[in-house]
Nanobody, 113 residues
Framework: QVQLVESGGGLVQAGGSLRLSCAAS????????LGWYRQAPGKQRELVASITTSGITNYTDSVKGRFTISRDNAKNTLYLQMNSLKPEDTAVYYCRYLGWPDWGQGTQVTVYS
């Protein structure tokens, strides 16, 4: 079992920015792909962005050009830089090792117009 702790969420006006962080425990960080997911009220959890061990990134269409996923293997930390935020980005954001069952507690992002 791994521990994942998300932080950095908050309340922001549309057009603003936030940077999410995910601190992961254990020595497996650098050997696994990671993803940021989000779940809005009444909707299914969706994969927003992912990053492989070699740094290859992928994004869902709705965030391309606005969000950037990155990782710091020395700090066991995953990041999500979110720019030009929209009200539809409002959700609880989670990080996860790709293919693993463990989730963090999530961090709430609320974007108001």
């Amino acid at each position: 079992q791994v521990q994942l702790v998300e932080s950095g969420g908050g309340l922001v006006q549309a057009g603003g920015s936030l940077r999410l962080s995910c601190a992961a425990s254990g020595s497996i960080f650098r050997f696994n792909g990671l993803g940021w997911y989000r779940q809005a009220p009444g909707k299914q959890r969706e994969l927003v962005a992912s990053i492989t061990t070699s740094g290859i990134t992928n994004y869902t269409d709705s965030v391309k050009g606005r969000f950037t996923i990155s990782r710091d293997n020395a700090k066991n930390t995953l990041y999500l830089q979110m720019n030009s935020l929209k009200p539809e980005d409002t959700a609880v954001y989670y990080c996860r090792y790709l293919g693993w069952p463990d989730w963090g507690q999530g961090t709430q992002v609320t974007v108001y117009s």
